[in-house]
């Protein structure tokens, strides 16, 4: 009878294992073979690839590879490692869903990934640093008079070393556990709900046994929680200009840079649509033609800070926004019948940021 009882309490302990379950409550965040579970925000299509059970990330262009659930209160393992020295990357928590104004990253708070041969200084370390960047807000402990928190202890290992990380978030408190034990910590994080995500940023880096465990939810106010998925996707690969035509322009990691360039034409064509992107520009005039549109032409706007340009165009109604400012909307009580058209970008600045969603 007892050895019955037995064999009957194992067969779900193995069926657990067996599904990626382990008896401490973590699950992987990375099955080892696909992306499943993952989105690739802005980066181009070989940048991160699977080899050999990894997440393997060549680190161009700067860009986020971003998990598609939101997740508040959790425990996060993984282990690391840089393939080149002075290797720069990062790992992104409670972070929002695309990426801040005039910026390759998100809004969050990041826990960073960089090689010792890159050194210390006073405002950096290699060992463990934690910082909210691009808008978000953290309370450093063991800070040094800004909002990053610094290791007590120098524990991470050089390349082409492997080193482990367990990542504490709850309830807007995070703790870093740099293999093994724990030497950097924050509190009052904001958001402290969100995305998280793996960052490119210049040097091959690879990434493997990450696992997460969710930890009981502490009900965050809206304030508190990542801007949130809406389906919106890149039409810049940020290491090419595939997608688009057009004379003179230059594919600058994140940023597209124009010159004296001709107009580039993205080569889909779209009729009802939202669209959002970044640029800076000396000129007076709005840098776009859009589908169902035309040309902005001279609307609202700083001529040495990034811009965000946010549009949505549909039967009814133009909606157009710069920096977070309604500049122009119109609605027309007719149904209307929108003919495909490109995105059109016209010389003379930088762009980043180039996303859109379909709309029916």
Not at 216 to 241: C, H, M, Q, W
Request: proline share 7%.
């Amino acid at each position: 009878m007892k050895k019955t009882l037995f064999h009957l309490t194992l067969i779900p302990l193995l069926l657990l294992a067996k599904i990626g379950f382990a008896e401490d409550g973590f699950r992987p965040l990375f099955n080892g073979k696909t992306f499943d579970g993952w989105r690739n925000i802005n980066c181009g299509p070989k940048t991160w690839s699977v080899k050999d059970g990894m997440i393997h990330c060549t680190g161009k262009p700067i860009g986020e590879l971003r998990t598609l659930k939101m997740y508040e209160n959790f425990i996060l393992e993984l282990e690391w490692r840089h393939l080149k020295p002075r290797g720069n990357a990062g790992i992104f928590v409670w972070a929002d869903a695309y990426p801040a104004q005039g910026q390759p990253f998100h809004r969050g708070v990041e826990v960073q990934v960089l090689e010792n041969a890159y050194g210390n200084t006073r405002g950096y370390t290699t060992h463990g640093d934690i910082f909210p960047i691009h808008g978000a807000t953290m309370t450093p402990i063991n800070g040094r008079g800004g909002s990053r928190a610094f290791p007590t202890e120098n524990r991470s290992k050089p390349s082409p070393e492997w080193n482990h990380y367990r990542v504490v978030c709850d309830d807007g408190k995070i703790s870093l556990a740099v293999n093994g034990k724990v030497v950097t910590r924050g509190t009052a994080a904001k958001p402290r709900r969100g995305y998280i995500c793996l960052e490119s940023e210049g040097s091959p880096v690879q990434f493997r046994n990450l696992k997460l465990k969710e930890l009981p939810g502490t009900n965050p106010t809206r304030e508190e929680i990542a801007k949130k998925e809406e389906g919106f996707y890149s039409l810049y690969t940020g290491v090419d200009l595939s997608g688009w035509a057009g004379d003179g322009w230059k594919s600058n990691d994140w940023r597209l840079t124009s010159g004296t360039a001709t107009r580039l034409i993205s080569k889909k064509r779209f009729a009802s649509y939202s669209f959002f992107a970044d640029w800076r520009s000396p000129a007076t005039s709005v840098p776009f033609e859009l589908p169902g549109i035309g040309p902005l032409g001279e609307l609202a706007h700083s001529k040495t800070r990034w811009n965000r340009l946010e549009v949505t165009r549909k039967p009814g109604l133009t909606l157009i926004t710069i920096n977070g400012k309604v500049v122009s909307k119109k609605t027309v009580k007719e149904q209307e019948s929108l003919a495909p058209a490109p995105i059109v970008l016209l010389p003379g600045g930088q762009f980043a940021n180039i996303f859109i969603k379909k709309l029916k």
